[in-house]
């Protein structure tokens, strides 16, 4: 029962931690012009 909430914790703590790096992502690549937010692409 414990290790299950352990488990639960730590999967839970991935899941935020994989939504936050994407966020950041997208972040970063709107403050650096991405293509996509320039309506621009590759040729």
Not at 8 to 37: L, M, P
């Amino acid at each position: 029962m414990w290790g299950d909430a352990i488990a639960a914790q730590k999967e839970q703590r991935a899941r935020d931690a994989a939504q936050a790096e994407a966020r950041n992502r997208e972040i970063v690549e709107y403050a650096n012009g991405s293509a996509t937010q320039n309506n621009v692409t590759a040729r």
